[in-house]
């Protein structure tokens, strides 16, 4: 195959990747040609991985879990497509030559990888939440250096990407990222003290993955998108808002001092704002349900309650500190909602942890000074908030 925009996958079985493949299939399928695809990578899901990699035949396939290598192997073997694993096999996917990469690697894993792709100053779509909430500084830094387009896949990021007019930046009062409150939005406390693992990952309008889903019910994902927010637009914290919206049609605000406000709006499906990334700087076409007001008939707003939902409260409080705040919150929330999936600890105990783990592990002024450094907040962090679940 030659011609086409060349476009590798880093993390090609979670939802987001599941839903760029889709994508970039439906619009092959259109126009043969018009994506090939050279590098797409997974964790484990060797099974989904190799049925994609048959479909797309890119020219390197690898997982991150060594162990998964010889059932690779054997799906894939004797195929024309280079097999990978481990994590220098991830890097190798991100640095081979390529227009476009979608990171959509989830957790500390996907640091790396996403920057070996961003220094090669090419366009990146977003969807790896540690880089910004981890690094977020020395990430900038990186892709300042290295001119790389990056574009955020977020819904609420790529949302205030398409309505803030970064030469006004001057005039933008503030930012706001729309939050759907989860499925706990209207419990008590009490009622929240019970709450089953199940439960959480039943996220309203999205299919997600359990950590995730466990952070939307916490609005812990909101938080971390604050922290994700100041570092792709350079909002200052306290120019940074959250509007509990259940519906999730609106998926930003952005506040101009004549009072304008710029609103991006759609139905909720990933598949446009990564329609968005995919054919950017042009607008391609997704096959979404189209938004019908009339028929929504109602949007609703309201505060996000910080007594209910301390980990927002949390967020705010580690992005307003800096330094590591926002990267112990991360590898502490990490620890806390893990145990809380495994039935170690409750649902509201997950707050409890985080907290407890910024007071006893934060370091103040500490800033990561490097991807390495990072790495070893991070993994103190983790080590520190394991301590916490016990008390
Ligand atoms: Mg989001």
Redesign the pocket.
Known sequence: MTGGRKLSVLGSTGSVGVNTVDLIEHHNAKAPGTYRVVALTAKANVRELAAQARRLQPAFVAVAEPSAYAELKQELGGTSIKLGAGGAAIEEAAAMESDWVMASIIGAAGLRPTLAAVSRGVTVSLANKECLVCAGDLFMKEVRRSGATLLPV????NAVFQVLDARQSAAIESVT?TASGGPFRTWSVAEMAKVTPAQACKHPNYVMGAKISVD?ATLM??GL?LIEAHHLFGTAPERLGVVVHPQQIV?CLVAYRDGSVLAQLGSPDMRTPIAYALGYPDRIAAPTARLDLAQVGQLSFEKPDLERFPCLALAQHALREGGAAPTILNAANEVAVEAFLAGKIGFSEIARVVEAALTACESPGRAPTSIDDALAIDAEARACAVKQLAN
């Open positions: 977020d819904s609420e990021h990222l939307s994902n909101k998108e998926h």
